[in-house]
């Protein structure tokens, strides 16, 4: 029986497979269109996405969204969006190997289901986990790599632009626009 990203979104809500699931006050799953063209997978919610369930919506949310407004000229409902772990870690900390490994499944599963032309990663655990390397982010974005269909553009994760880091924002922009191509030709 094929699943649906409903079916997937309520394994979730019920998951207790790593010790996030006692901390959390609710699960992100990933919210957007289930025929997107294009995919944003990040690290994992902070406090407010653990409060409202959905991802992105802070500071980097909103960078987010003016980003894909300014460059792909689309708004969040025109895309996906996930993160590679569903719980917030403790402290907002980065998550354990074994809290990744936990989630993987369902974000493979997502991905299975949308398909998408472009996947773009935000920092480096989401780079590393689909591109299976311990390179950095540095290194890796700038170009284009194949992930099971998709072309999958590594980028900086919008923490780093709003923390100020020399270069980042431009660089995102960069990448932003590469998706574009990719989608529009």
Do not use: W
Request: proline share 6%; charged share 30%; with cysteine.
């Amino acid at each position: 029986m094929t699943k649906t990203l409903d079916r997937i979104k309520q394994e979730v809500l019920g998951c207790t497979k790593c010790p996030l699931s006692e901390h959390r006050k609710q699960p992100v799953f990933g919210v957007g269109s289930i025929n997107a063209d294009l995919m944003f997978i990040g690290e994992a919610p902070g406090a407010e996405e653990d409060r409202t369930g959905l991802p992105f919506i802070g500071r980097s949310g909103k960078l987010l969204d003016t980003l894909l407004f300014e460059e792909l000229n689309m708004d969040r409902s025109m895309c996906y969006i996930s993160n590679i772990v569903k719980c917030r870690p403790p402290e907002n900390r980065d998550p354990k190997p074994e809290e990744i490994d936990s989630c993987r499944p369902y974000l493979k599963e997502q991905l299975g289901i949308i398909e998408p032309k472009v996947i773009i990663t935000l920092g480096n655990f989401a780079t590393r986990l689909l591109l299976e390397t311990k390179t950095g982010i540095t290194k890796l974005r700038g170009k284009i790599y194949e992930y099971s269909g998709s072309s999958l553009i590594p980028t900086f994760h919008p923490a780093a632009a709003l923390r100020g880091r020399k270069g980042v924002l431009e660089a995102m922009r960069t990448d932003f626009r590469k998706a574009k191509e990719i989608i529009y030709g």
